[in-house]
């Protein structure tokens, strides 16, 4: 991987949080009320999930 790629990732996930604030902003406090009723450890969890999910998906597109 090089820097080029990363910095693609980065732009990428930039946009996707851009177009999520730009196009939905009052969905927000919706969402964030709703995230801090689920308990810490299945934020946690949930962040874990997310984190080997994009694992997966950026070595399935480097292999």
Known sequence: MSWADLLTGLGIA???EGLVLALAPSRIDEVLEAIRRIP???RRSLGLGVVALGVTLV???QG
């Open 14 to 16: 930039a946009v996707l």
């Open 40 to 42: 810490p450890e299945a």
């Open 59 to 61: 070595w399935i597109a």
